[in-house]
């Protein structure tokens, strides 16, 4: 079964900081490409940032850029976001998948939270 496990959001002040963590399990984890996705309150999913099978190169959307740095693990089959400098138009549901050979690694987890507010 594949299961992936977000979690790290909460509630932060804008200008801060939080680490969101994914841990993948029931697929080969180091063949696949990692990326979040983030929805906001009546928005589409929105394309975040995507880090490679090895983690050797990442890509981010215009909207994060220069903020926000994935990173992966594989050793721990866990794929991170690090936020910094966090806006209120950050403020979502996170969630991380895998593709490989143009095929999602298996079903969206539950998302993890992020709420950027004074």
């Known amino acids: 079964e594949v299961q992936l496990v977000e979690s790290g959001g909460g509630l932060v002040q804008p200008g801060g900081s939080l680490r969101l963590s994914c841990a993948a399990s029931g697929f080969s984890f180091v063949d696949y490409a990692m990326s979040w996705v983030r929805q906001a309150p009546g928005k589409g999913l929105e394309w975040v940032s995507t880090v490679a099978y090895d983690g050797g190169s990442t890509v981010s959307a215009d909207s994060v850029k220069g903020r926000f740095t994935i990173f992966r693990e594989n050793a721990k089959n866990t794929v991170y976001l690090q936020m910094n400098s966090l806006k209120p138009e950050d403020t979502a549901v996170y969630y991380c998948?895998?593709?490989?050979?143009?095929?999602?690694?298996?079903?969206w987890g539950q998302g993890t939270q992020v709420t950027v507010s004074s």
């Open positions: 998948n895998g593709l490989a050979r143009g095929v999602v690694a298996g079903p």
